[in-house]
């Protein structure tokens, strides 16, 4: 099993959602190799592995070769991984009924059956099951560990962004990312917010479940938010977060370097 790493050392290049964009990633890798920090950075990948495209399994194994790379790098889990992972108890945990039609009805899943089936999903339970039998074991302990929070010292690695709406701290949320933790008495919403009203327990917002986060996250009083999640049409910075999203599973992809805490990013798209 591979290792994930959740505090990560500069120099640093952030990856946007992968959504199984197997050519588009191999490109991007040819032209980070071009960079003289390449084989001293880190990589870190921003989530959403699967779906959307055909070459997930072909995906995730070229991500696993390029963390055991040194200096290695980490990964967090997007809102598609964690349907996947739940949906199909990549993680050996309880059924989730909300997964098992999350997944079904609000997903582009097919694509990954078709990756690791050769067929698209017929009989839903039934091929979450199958799923999961014909996953290699590696890719099922990459899936089902993937961290919800990476961390370097002026930057915070995460699907979506920190939450507004909830009574916690940036700091307190971040902790609570570290141990996911999803909880409401912990996090406690605000009142009459849409995360109040709409709170889901297997669905951290964090992850996805508000898409608000990837643009007005909750600033972070020392930490720049890097983030996916949302298609953006390119690279979008400000004080408190980074959106790297170009792709959205159907276009090209975009890296960010960090050279340290204070640099500028410095982005890599692919050709």
């Given at each position: 099993?591979?290792?994930?790493?959740?505090?990560?050392?500069?120099?640093?290049?952030?990856?946007?959602?992968?959504?199984?964009?197997?050519?588009?990633?191999?490109?991007?890798?040819?032209?980070?190799?071009?960079?003289?920090?390449?084989?001293?950075?880190?990589?870190?990948?921003?989530?959403?592995?699967?779906?959307?495209?055909?070459?997930?399994?072909?995906?995730?194994?070229?991500?696993?070769?390029?963390?055991?790379?040194?200096?290695?790098?980490?990964?967090?889990?997007?809102?598609?991984?964690?349907?996947?992972?739940?949906?199909?108890?990549?993680?050996?945990?309880?059924?989730?009924?909300?997964?098992?039609?999350?997944?079904?009805?609000?997903?582009?899943?097919?694509?990954?059956?078709?990756?690791?089936?050769?067929?698209?999903?017929?009989?839903?339970?039934?091929?979450?099951?199958?799923?999961?039998?014909?996953?290699?074991?590696?890719?099922?302990?990459?899936?089902?560990?993937?961290?919800?929070?990476?961390?370097?010292?002026?930057?915070?690695?995460?699907?979506?962004?920190?939450?507004?709406?909830?009574?916690?701290?940036?700091?307190?949320?971040?902790?609570?990312?570290?141990?996911?933790?999803?909880?409401?008495?912990?996090?406690?919403?605000?009142?009459?917010?849409?995360?109040?009203?709409?709170?889901?327990?297997?669905?951290?917002?964090?992850?996805?479940?508000?898409?608000?986060?990837?643009?007005?996250?909750?600033?972070?009083?020392?930490?720049?938010?890097?983030?996916?999640?949302?298609?953006?049409?390119?690279?979008?910075?400000?004080?408190?977060?980074?959106?790297?999203?170009?792709?959205?599973?159907?276009?090209?992809?975009?890296?960010?370097?960090?050279?340290?805490?204070?640099?500028?990013?410095?982005?890599?798209q692919s050709r």
């Open positions: 099993m591979i290792n994930l790493p959740t505090a990560l050392k500069y120099p640093i290049v952030a990856i946007g959602d992968l959504h199984g964009q197997y050519d588009e990633l191999s490109k991007l890798v040819e032209d980070l190799k071009d960079l003289s920090e390449w084989p001293d950075c880190s990589v870190v990948f921003l989530g959403d592995f699967v779906d959307r495209n055909p070459e997930v399994k072909q995906t995730i194994d070229l991500v696993l070769e390029l963390l055991r790379r040194p200096p290695g790098g980490s990964a967090v889990m997007g809102n598609h991984d964690l349907a996947l992972v739940r949906a199909a108890r990549l993680d050996d945990g309880r059924p989730s009924p909300y997964w098992i039609e999350g997944y079904r009805t609000r997903y582009d899943h097919q694509e990954s059956f078709e990756s690791y089936l050769g067929r698209p999903a017929m009989t839903w339970v039934k091929d979450l099951d199958d799923l999961r039998e014909a996953m290699p074991q590696e890719h099922r302990s990459f899936l089902s560990s993937l961290p919800w929070v990476v961390e370097a010292s002026g930057h915070l690695f995460l699907h979506n962004g920190l939450s507004p709406e909830l009574e916690a701290t940036a700091g307190e949320q971040v902790e609570a990312l570290r141990a996911k933790r999803w909880d409401r008495k912990l996090l406690r919403p605000l009142a009459g917010t849409d995360t109040d009203k709409l709170w889901e327990g297997e669905y951290p917002v964090w992850l996805g479940a508000d898409k608000k986060l990837s643009a007005s996250p909750l600033s972070h009083p020392a930490k720049v938010q890097v983030s996916g999640h949302v298609r953006v049409a390119e690279p979008d910075v400000s004080e408190v977060r980074i959106r790297l999203d170009t792709s959205g599973g159907v276009g090209r992809l975009t890296a960010c370097l960090l050279r340290s805490a204070p640099s500028d990013p410095v982005f890599i």
